[in-house]
């Protein structure tokens, strides 16, 4: 917004072209050999006209204020950081979709262009405006603070989870009890058949029946999903396995047959190895 001088400027010229117009300039000269009180009095008129002047353009720009705004007494400020959570509820409406993220019992809403984001997922979004007290016209509703992010973080140095974590063993979801029935056919395996035969198996087909646990979005250009049928041993990791897909992948929660082509070994630096991992994964319920 001008600074307020800007307006008086404005005003006094705008004032002046209008003495000039009607002949009101003479008052100049009069106001040279006036009274000095009658000169005060000319003053204060045109002080008077100014600053009506000046309210009139401010309640213009008032007027014009959008809707969709943040409270002039909260303004704005830049989120530095990335936000990271688990989406706990979305929703689209007017080319956007709004994420609400929990972690750690903190929940924060975030908006960003209109994307597929489903429940359950873990998702981390790149900085952004933060806003206060916006209120959105196509949602009929107010968030008290929100996050207008420039899209999904693509950390393609940590495929599983965010900076502060130590590589991929810090991103196995956490062991359930699960029961999960073996896949049917010739490809079919357990998760823990598949970590003793990895060597064999290494760049051939697989298929594993398991419940999804965990689901990170949008990490170098791939969605990791993390699967539990309830074999292996959670003290060495040989309980969770990761399939990779650039298709839509399922939700937390959901028992899925996954097929891919299996990787042994897998690392991709920074910390970030994986004794397995099912890689071009598709997914049937």
Not at 72 to 79: K, R
Not at 178 to 185: F, H, P, Y
Not at 221 to 237: E, R, S, V
Request: net charge positive; with cysteine.
């Amino acid at each position: 917004m001008p600074h307020p001088s800007f307006f008086c400027d404005a005003a006094t010229e705008n004032l002046l072209w209008y003495n000039q117009r009607t002949g009101a300039h003479t008052q100049l000269g009069f106001l040279q050999k006036a009274h000095p009180a009658q000169k005060f009095i000319m003053k204060e008129k045109n002080m008077k006209r100014i600053l009506v002047l000046v309210v009139s353009i401010l309640s213009i720009l008032v007027l014009q204020t959008p809707a969709n705004s943040a409270s002039p007494t909260t303004g704005a400020a830049s989120s530095q950081a990335g936000i990271s959570g688990k989406v706990v509820d979305t929703m689209d409406s007017g080319g956007y979709t709004y994420v609400q993220l929990e972690q750690d019992g903190t929940k924060t809403w975030v908006a960003v262009q209109q994307m597929k984001v489903k429940k359950g997922q873990m998702m981390t979004f790149k900085p952004g405006m933060v806003m206060e007290n916006f209120e959105s016209k196509t949602l009929k509703r107010k968030f008290d603070r929100i996050v207008f992010s420039d899209g999904v973080a693509d950390q393609k140095t940590e495929p599983a989870g965010d900076k502060k974590s130590a590589g991929s063993k810090a991103q196995a979801a956490p062991a359930e009890k699960i029961s999960v029935t073996k896949a049917t056919g010739p490809n079919a395996y357990t998760i823990a058949e598949i970590y003793k035969k990895k060597k064999t198996l290494n760049g051939k087909s697989v298929s594993v029946k398991a419940k999804v646990v965990k689901v990170t979005t949008g990490i170098m250009k791939m969605n990791w999903i993390h699967l539990q049928d309830g074999t292996g041993n959670a003290a060495d990791g040989t309980n969770d396995i990761v399939a990779t897909a650039t298709t839509e992948p399922p939700a937390d929660g959901d028992i899925v047959t996954v097929s891919g082509t299996l990787a042994a070994d897998k690392d991709f630096g920074s910390g970030y190895k994986y004794a397995v991992l099912i890689e071009k994964a598709t997914f049937k319920k």
